[in-house]
């Protein structure tokens, strides 16, 4: 999950003042996490939890995962939330509202690291998603981001991911040469997904993936979280750039960094 942490952190400057060039300082003091790494946590806190208690059934999933978000959601109030996301953040009665906004795709990546196969991805994704987001437009775009993780886990190239995505979820039909002359803010699944995954499709390296997403402007910084999330999966990342991020965290968000590291990814060796 680092991967959308940088692909966060990264955007977070260029989120409301959008450049459309890949030749940018990578991460600057005026960099910052945001709502999607903050959430992305959140997840991970609750897929832990989760995990410690033998994954008992998916609502407990549920139950967790919307305790976490709030409890983080709470502890940083300022990350930039989205307006209905913010209330329920603050109101404990308050269901999933039929979003189907990127924030479901935007946390969605420590799903895509712990399941131990398809179905169960698909199935935490639900669960982890629908405590909100329960319009299908914001369940299908959590679930496309987890499962092209998962899938990138089991060793598919770039190519089998783009084509395992437009069998089964969005149509890639756009260039990157467009994107960055015509894409503009879009803050649901389905207009945030699809470039994030062209972004990482088009790309050499990790790191190009995420200054394809920078490039193309818009709600950049979650872009390249979802981007980050498929692209740490495809590629891993430089151990210089991991450590770089740290810096950006706080001892709390890296205790669940590190622990849910410890738990899923490390025994993999694509962190």
């Not at 910084?221 to 990342?237: E, K, L, M, N, R």
Request: proline letters at 4%; charged letters at 25%.
């Amino acid at each position: 999950m680092i991967g959308a942490i940088i692909g966060d952190t990264v955007g977070s400057r260029f989120e409301f003042d959008n450049i459309h060039t890949k030749e940018f300082e990578f991460l600057t003091p005026e960099c910052e996490p945001t709502d999607d790494s903050i959430m992305t946590i959140a997840v991970a806190d609750a897929i832990i939890e989760w995990d410690k208690t033998g994954r008992e059934n998916y609502e407990v999933l549920s139950d967790y995962t919307v305790k976490a978000m709030r409890s983080w959601g709470l502890a940083y109030p300022n990350a930039g939330y989205g307006g209905h996301f913010f209330w329920w953040l603050r109101d404990e009665s308050m269901g999933p509202y039929n979003s189907c906004g990127n924030g479901a795709a935007m946390r969605i990546s420590p799903v895509g690291w712990a399941a131990r196969d398809l179905e169960e991805c698909k199935q935490m994704s639900f669960a982890v998603t629908a405590v909100t987001h329960n319009h299908p437009d914001g369940i299908m775009g959590a679930e496309a981001t987890a499962v092209q993780i998962f899938l990138a886990r089991q060793g598919y190239s770039k190519e089998e991911l783009k084509q395992y995505e437009e069998e089964n979820y969005y149509t890639l039909h756009l260039d990157m040469p467009w994107y960055r002359e015509h894409y503009q803010w879009e803050s649901l699944c389905n207009g945030t997904c699809q470039p994030a995954f062209q972004c990482l499709y088009d790309s050499k390296d990790f790191e190009d993936s995420i200054r394809n997403c920078i490039s193309i402007g818009g709600d950049c910084d979650t872009t390249a979280a979802i981007c980050g999330a498929v692209s740490q999966a495809v590629y891993g990342i430089p151990k210089e750039l991991e450590s770089q991020i740290r810096s950006y965290l706080d001892e709390d968000q890296l205790a669940i960094v590190d622990s849910f590291n410890e738990r899923f990814i490390l025994p993999c060796g694509r962190c």
